[in-house]
């Protein structure tokens, strides 16, 4: 074991905690252990300097990780593979003739009035599996008893679990991504996102721009109080009018309304943090300027990139289900109804095989589940350009 002296360092330390010196650079090379990733076997002890030094305690990196995604994931079934989603539309009022009655006329109540009914079916699956290979004896000569041998077993399988939740979080992230590049594209065809807003993709930052004559930029506007508010205030306007039923909030231009009950609400968090700082911090009637459907947050919609910036968090970069490429950033939040899109169908379960010649039990955990995105529910996009 390696033993450094930092009586000098403690020394400087207490000066500059005490006020006596001014902020030193300081040598933490031999302070803090950043750890080896081999066991270097000239680590012995200092009195002999010939005995290995031993281990004296082990930890496991064995932490749950239960993901961060909006809740659109629904149910399963066992058998058959088609989802049916059946829909009506309203049929037109026609003329009451109770009110227009002529002598000697005659009045035919058996016309047969056929409902317009309409089905769409989902029969894709997306599936993956987790690989793991579990030795039955050889990693025995690693610890010290069973206790130890268990919690590395378990790290193992633990490690297998936060791999297979973040990638069905993924999932279900590029579920809502394909219906924000589907809306878009429906809006806005070829034409430039900072042209224009659209009624399903709605361009925050040109109506708040053009209504108040300002010259707002989208790296600016998530700091910007005046902005958050306006953006309260359009997404408030858009959950109320989903309620009602309309055919401008779909692409297929459907008949189609959105209760509050039903109402998903997903935002960016430098978006949702901004409301709560800018909006409700320093609010008496916070219910005024409350989010709608207490809406839930994902901190970027494709990735991180490699720094956090709004520019990375609020983009996507994919292809649609119906082929068009979208590469925009600005995205700020999304409303929709629970039937537009979701997971379901989703099978979790595992297989294990045994290997007598090697001594060691393999396991695949496998995941499948059916995704499915409706052009003809609501659906509304909130972004700046």
């Given at each position: ?6 009586y000098?360092?403690m ?9 006596d ?5 300081e ?8 750890g ?16 290995l030094n ?21 149910d ?6 088609v ?7 309203m ?10 009655l ?19 079916f989902y029969?894709?699956r ?7 290979s ?10 010290s ?11 193992l ?20 991504n394909s ?9 806005f ?8 807003s ?9 109506l ?13 506007c ?16 858009t959950?109320?009018?989903l ?27 430098n978006?949702?943090k901004a ?9 008496f009637?916070?219910?005024?300027v ?5 809406a ?8 991180s990139g490699?720094s ?18 979208i ?51 609501n ?7």
């Amino acid at each position: 074991m390696e033993v450094k002296q930092i009586y000098e360092l403690m020394n400087t330390v207490t000066s500059e905690i005490l006020g006596d010196s001014v902020i030193v650079n300081e040598d933490l090379s031999n302070v803090v252990d950043i750890g080896n990733a081999i066991f270097n076997n000239t680590d012995v002890d200092n009195y002999c300097k010939t005995l290995l030094n031993h281990i004296g305690k082990v930890i496991f990196v064995n932490r749950p990780y239960s993901g961060n995604i909006p809740s659109v994931l629904m149910d399963s079934w066992e058998f058959g593979s088609v989802l049916e989603k059946i829909t009506a539309d309203m049929p037109d009022a026609t003329e009451n003739e109770s009110w227009e009655l002529t002598d000697g006329a005659s009045y035919d109540p058996n016309i047969f009035y056929k409902p317009t009914v309409s089905a769409k079916f989902y029969n894709k699956r997306v599936t993956f599996e987790v690989p793991v290979s579990i030795t039955d004896k050889q990693v025995k000569e690693s610890f010290s008893n069973a206790t130890q041998l268990n919690g590395f077993v378990s790290m193992l399988y633990n490690a297998v679990d936060k791999s297979m939740t973040v990638k069905i979080d993924s999932l279900v992230m590029r579920t809502i991504n394909s219906m924000i590049g589907e809306t878009i594209k429906a809006d806005f065809g070829n034409d430039l996102l900072s042209s224009k807003s659209g009624v399903k993709a709605i361009n925050v930052l040109y109506l708040y721009n053009q209504k108040f004559n300002k010259s707002l930029t989208a790296n600016d506007c998530d700091t910007d109080p005046d902005f958050i508010r306006y953006l309260s205030y359009e997404m408030g306007m858009t959950a109320s009018r989903l309620t009602k039923i309309s055919s401008l909030y779909n692409i297929e231009g459907k008949d189609r309304f959105t209760p509050n009950d039903l109402l998903h609400v997903v935002m960016l968090s430098n978006i949702k943090k901004a409301c709560a700082v800018y909006l409700q911090s320093d609010t008496f009637h916070k219910d005024l300027v409350a989010l709608p459907n207490g809406a839930e947050e994902v901190p970027y919609w494709q990735g991180s990139g490699t720094s956090y910036a709004f520019s990375d968090v609020s983009k996507i970069n994919i292809v649609t289900p119906s082929g068009d490429t979208i590469n925009t950033s600005g995205i700020l939040a999304v409303m929709f109804d629970r039937d537009a899109l979701g997971v379901c169908c989703e099978k979790r379960y595992v297989t294990t095989n045994y290997n007598p010649k090697a001594e060691f039990t393999n396991s695949w955990f496998k995941f499948e589940c059916g995704t499915f995105a409706d052009k003809g529910e609501n659906f509304v996009v909130f972004f700046v350009a």
